[in-house]
């Protein structure tokens, strides 16, 4: 498994790689700094084609129809930079074959690039560094245990099985699961929830993750409850509302008795809030009698005569 990881790390991010290092090198060319980005790619592309297939740049430049031949003295070094990698690079032609054939011998040419990109991490877009050889994740890697792996493992005692012994395990799975694995012990907590077990779990070999469903009113597994029909309900009583409401006229509405206003809160159930004119009165003969009761408790206790302001508030003046 590491070799084919290392075969699968190599060729897979070789030619990558080796564009973004020819990029590089473009880069420090003032005949391409003021050249537009799709034309650049054209000419890495074409550049790192010569230098794999062991070929020359004017043999291939006919192909690149929106590239023209550069001035001499440019066309000079990259015929030299083409020759430099084909020195460097490995076993020419490099094709996808030959570096899962022969991935060691690439090695020292992404080592040469690898050395550049880390001096380049100054500049502005400085190239992203990788890693010589495939590195291991972090993450923890789970397997997945279903009926078909259980089954397939032979831990039922059937390590061959026809099809239709495989339609009988399948069919007592539940049997299958409850011997080895005794799954209804920690499905007991979940009675209340109506939901049942999947027969999958997923294991890292320290914990466990147990798949579960639910199943829909119809099943005949578990009784649940038929939440849909509930929710389908509730909407239609909140239709129901809103068009008895909305077809009242505005007359009936305004002279209405009693007007309550519900707001629903996130800790009470809901506020409520009921308007009547006789409540109103209520509640305004309530203020003046308490504004009064200062009036006379604030004469009795300070000696000072209070302030009643015009809303009915009374407050004691202590200048």
């Known amino acids: 498994m590491a070799r084919v990881n290392f075969d699968n790390h190599v060729a897979t991010n070789f030619f990558t790689r080796t564009r973004r290092w020819i990029r590089l ?6 005949h391409f700094a003021n050249m537009k980005g799709a034309r650049v790619k054209s000419w890495v592309r074409l550049l790192c084609r010569a230098a794999t297939e062991d070929s020359s740049i004017w043999d291939l430049l006919p192909m690149y129809t929106s590239l023209s031949e550069p001035p001499q003295h440019v066309a000079t070094e990259l015929e030299t930079l083409v020759a430099t990698m084909q020195s460097l690079m490995g076993p020419l032609p490099v094709t996808d074959e030959s570096l899962r054939q022969e991935p060691q011998s690439y090695l020292a040419w992404l080592h040469i690039v690898l050395a550049d990109f880390q001096d380049a991490q100054d500049m502005p877009h400085a190239p992203k560094l990788f890693t010589m050889t495939p590195q291991a994740s972090s993450q923890a890697k789970f397997i997945t245990i279903n ?6 493992a032979g831990f039922a005692g059937m390590p061959t099985l026809s099809p239709a ?14 011997r080895y694995t005794d799954y209804q012990s920690f499905c007991t907590h979940t009675e209340h929830t109506h939901r049942d077990f999947h027969f999958q779990v ?3 070999g320290i914990s466990v993750r147990i798949l579960m469903f639910q199943p829909t009113s119809g099943s005949t597994s578990v009784s649940a409850p038929p939440v849909a029909s509930k929710k389908r309900k509730r909407r239609q009583q909140q239709q129901a509302t809103s068009a008895w409401v909305s077809g009242m006229p505005d007359s009936q509405l305004l002279q209405a008795p009693r007007i309550v206003g519900l707001d629903p809160g996130r ?3 809901f506020t409520a809030v009921v308007h009547s004119q006789q409540a109103a009165d209520s509640l305004q003969r309530g203020a003046h009698a308490r504004a009064s009761m200062t009036l006379c408790h604030g004469a009795a206790v300070g000696g000072k005569r ?7 508030c009374a407050s004691l003046s202590c200048g």
Do not use: C, N
């Open 202 to 204: 997923e294991t890292d």
């Open 147 to 152: 009926s078909a792996s259980l089954q397939a």
């Open 25 to 30: 090198q473009l880069e420090h060319q003032m």
């Open 165 to 178: 012994d495989i339609k009988e395990f399948t069919a007592a799975r539940a049997y299958w699961w409850q």
């Open 306 to 312: 209070p302030a009643v302001s015009s809303t009915g």
């Open 267 to 269: 800790k009470a159930l």
